[in-house]
């Protein structure tokens, strides 16, 4: 028997990708057990469903001490798995980092390394006045919250924006958001789910 383990982040949900590179990874492996500590979107029930394939959940308190592991399978951005990665490369396990790109959203007046920062190829600010606003404001001559975010999603589902279109958003990809909504809910999330659901075809 072959138990791979299979890491992901959990922002991450792009099944296809997802498919599309275990697939290649596992086609010359037998007898193969998927290994899991969490399922964050149901990317590996609905892979071990769709080809077969036995899975097992561990606790990750023991993860990386389960004996039995041959092989892991880690898609990562780079900031997440750190340690996991290191451990796994420094023990007998055969590991596959495959790197992939996950948009986050950040806070721009709390957040230590991105306040105060420009726009970069690893941040873009998307509050008011960018392009990537949240036309429809909050407050006094606005709708709440709740309000301002159905309708900008409704806006969103159905690419109604007036200056930006949803494959105009591609080119945030992988990037930090910057708003000052977060940690409540925010425009930026999303912009960030449909990014960390998009298959970029790599």
């Known amino acids: 028997m072959k138990f791979v383990l299979v890491l992901y982040p959990k922002p991450f949900n792009c099944y296809s990708k997802f498919e599309r590179k275990l697939v290649k990874l596992l086609k010359n492996l037998d007898n193969v057990v998927l290994v899991f500590d969490d399922d964050h979107n149901g990317l590996i029930s609905r892979f071990a469903l769709a080809h077969n394939y036995e899975s097992e959940r ?3 308190s023991v993860l990386l001490d389960f004996d039995k592991l041959t092989h892991a399978v880690v898609f990562s951005d780079g900031e997440e798995f750190c340690y996991q990665v290191k451990t796994l490369r420094n023990s007998k396990i055969k590991t596959n980092v495959q790197k992939i ?3 986050r959203v950040v806070n721009i007046k709390s957040d230590p390394v991105f306040h105060g920062t420009k726009n970069s190829e690893d941040y873009e600010y998307i509050g008011r006045g960018s392009p990537w606003g949240n036309p429809y404001p909050i407050g006094v001559d606005g709708d709440d919250r709740d309000e301002v975010l159905r309708k900008y999603k409704y806006d969103f589902d159905h690419d109604k924006f007036l200056n930006v279109s949803k494959n105009s958003m591609l080119k945030l990809a992988g990037k930090r958001l910057g708003c000052f909504c977060k940690p409540y809910d925010c425009h ?3 912009i960030a789910d449909y990014l960390n659901s998009y298959d970029d075809g790599e």
């Open 58 to 60: 561990v606790e990750t």
């Open 101 to 103: 790109k996950i948009t």
């Open 188 to 190: 930026g999330d999303f």
